[in-house]
């Protein structure tokens, strides 16, 4: 079976330089953090949630490979697997950001972890940001396939859906991207409904959005 969207050294070059870097940082973590150490922060930045140091050494590398290996299998998958090759770039793109996106949280949390109290409620939601800013500049070139991009019925049974759907929804994702850093220089009470808000508009927004270009072309024929 032919894969659309060929792994070439070049292609995999940054995944697999991630995946090392993960790696030994587990290694590192595992034999050095702390029984106990923080897990999550709620919107103010503070910790919530702790959890065991082994365990938050392993899980997120766990994650890092599983993710990766998702990546290599989804052009097998796909029925319309002849579609990736017209936006291989844009796929290896996204799976080096999330990947890169996993890692630096990964090692932010860990190094937290160790004593060097990083300010984690900053840091993620800016990374946050700049990945939806990424998917956003990048998500119109996205070809109609069966796991990427903004799947609805009415996008999956038109090419020119797809199309408009997923030019509104890039634009949709640079601004909450834009939100979601300006959040962290806003009030604490703003952040909590902003984010609800902003996440509802995303979502409910793209397909209503992708519905009514439906209805349109449906009527124009």
Known sequence: ????????????FIPLVLLIITAA???????????????????AGEVDAYGSGRSQAIAIPIMAAGMYLLFLLIPYLDPKKERYEQFSKVYHIFKSIILALLVIIY???????????????????VL???LFIIIGNYMAKIKRNWFMGIRTPWTL???????KTHRFGGKMFILAGLLMMAETIMPLTWKLPIFIIMMAVLLFGTIGYSYIVYLQEKKSK
């Open 128 to 130: 946050i940001g700049i």
């Open 157 to 163: 049974s038109s090419e020119e859906v797809w199309n």
């Open 25 to 43: 940082a587990a290694v590192f973590f595992y034999f050095n953090l702390p029984d106990r150490v923080a897990t999550h922060w709620n919107f």
């Open 1 to 12: 079976m032919s894969n659309p969207v060929k792994p070439t050294f070049k292609t995999e």
């Open 107 to 125: 090692l932010v949390i860990g190094l937290n972890g160790l004593g060097y109290n990083l300010p984690v409620g900053l840091i993620i939601p």
